[in-house]
Nanobody
């Protein structure tokens, strides 16, 4: 059984930082990506990292502010979020699936975590 568990969300002021973690268990994982969903909006791709960390991809809205990394010894992927803005407020999910490279479409992912809330106050 594949399980992804996110943690690290919370309330932060604009300009602040948070680090989210995605702990994976159940099998060997390749690409893991982060998505987010704000109230009344569709789920959107934030960024992803391939199996060895050699390839990353970011949405233009977060590029330069967010960084994804992974520690395969701990089966954990991290999302470091800096210079946070109120528009970053959303529930953040990590997801994985069988794929080459990194897919931005949520339909390409088979397993999802339960999500963690990030709220950025102005």
């Amino acid at each position: 059984q594949v399980q992804l568990v996110e943690s690290g969300g919370g309330l932060v002021q604009a300009g602040g930082s948070l680090r989210l973690s995605c702990a994976a268990s159940g099998r060997t994982f390749g690409t893991i990506s982060w998505f987010r969903q704000a109230p009344g909006k569709e789920r959107e791709f934030v960024g992803g990292i391939n199996w060895n960390g050699g390839l990353t991809d970011y949405a233009s809205s977060v590029k330069g502010r967010f960084t994804i990394s992974r520690d395969n010894a701990k089966n954990t992927v991290y999302l470091q979020m800096n210079s946070l803005k109120p528009e970053d407020t959303a529930v953040y999910y990590c997801a994985t699936g069988s794929m080459y490279g990194i897919r931005r479409a949520s339909s390409g992912y088979d397993y999802w975590g339960q999500g963690t809330q990030v709220t950025v106050s102005s």
